[in-house]
T-cell receptor, first 117, second 114 residues
Framework: GAVVSQHPSRVICKSGTSVKIECRSLDFQATTMFWYRQFPKQSLMLMATSNEGSKATYEQGVEKDKFLINHASLTLSTLTVTSAHPEDSSFYIC?????????????FGSGTRLTVV | QKEVEQNSGPLSVPEGAIASLNCTYSDRGSQSFFWYRQYSGKSPELIMFIYSNGDKEDGRFTAQLNKASQYVSLLIRDSQPSDSATYLCAVFMDYGGSQGNLIFGKGTKLSVKP
């Protein structure tokens, strides 16, 4: 089946630094990539939607200048957390539509556990 | 606002019993419904999807959909301790054309006791 490769799986960074998270679709083209954030014991929250070749769409309350999304190709989308702070510590997960029809559901990356110290 | 509601649990069942997980959704026009399983510290994995009213069975799992009641459920037969996880209900909201979004419930935590 379709696979989305996400890395790093874990990262610890100092406050004020930037962290880049990559998601690659393997053996399929992901024209769209969704980025979620999940705090402990809470549900997935959609942060933004990236589309290859165009600007990302951010959900209300998500700072686009802080969470930079780039969808450079049909197989790669990146999320950069800039000037990270401890409150940005969370589990970040990407996902892409599994088939050409989006209603077939999404394939998730394995997630990135970000800890900002 | 389009919503997907689940009982957060925890739902505790003994090993071998049937676990019943429920979900309601607000958008009557929704067409696609999914159940994901998420182990602690891991990303969600798709268990089942269902589009039509009625039951859909896959091994020990049965998804049930009632569009009139805007209700979807997941039954797990012969529950095993390895089924202990959070189960996320997701509903695809179609915005038209090729646009849409998968809306997740907050998940129900299932605990299967040996």
């Amino acid at each position: 089946g379709a696979v989305v490769s996400q890395h790093p799986s874990r990262v610890i960074c100092k406050s004020g630094t930037s962290v880049k998270i990559e998601c690659r679709s393997l053996d399929f083209q992901a024209t769209t990539m969704f980025w979620y954030r999940q705090f402990p014991k809470q549900s997935l929250m959609l942060m933004a939607t990236s589309n290859e070749g165009s600007k990302a769409t951010y959900e209300q309350g998500v700072e686009k200048d802080k969470f930079l999304i780039n969808h450079a190709s049909l197989t790669l989308s990146t999320l950069t957390v800039t000037s990270a702070h401890p409150e940005d510590s969370s589990f970040y997960i990407c996902s892409a539509p599994q088939y050409t029809q989006p209603s077939y559901g999404y394939t998730f990356g394995s997630g990135t556990r970000l800890t900002v110290v | 606002q389009k919503e997907v509601e689940q009982n957060s649990g925890p739902l505790s069942v003994p090993e071998g019993a049937i676990a019943s997980l429920n979900c309601t959704y607000s958008d009557r026009g929704s067409q696609s419904f999914f159940w994901y399983r998420q182990y602690s510290g891991k990303s969600p994995e798709l268990i089942m999807f269902i589009y039509s009213n009625g039951d859909k069975e896959d091994g020990r799992f049965t998804a049930q959909l009632n569009k009139a009641s805007q209700y979807v459920s997941l039954l797990i037969r012969d529950s095993q301790p390895s089924d202990s996880a959070t189960y996320l209900c997701a509903v695809f909201m179609d915005y038209g054309g090729s646009q849409g979004n998968l809306i997740f419930g907050k998940g129900t935590k299932l605990s299967v006791k040996p």
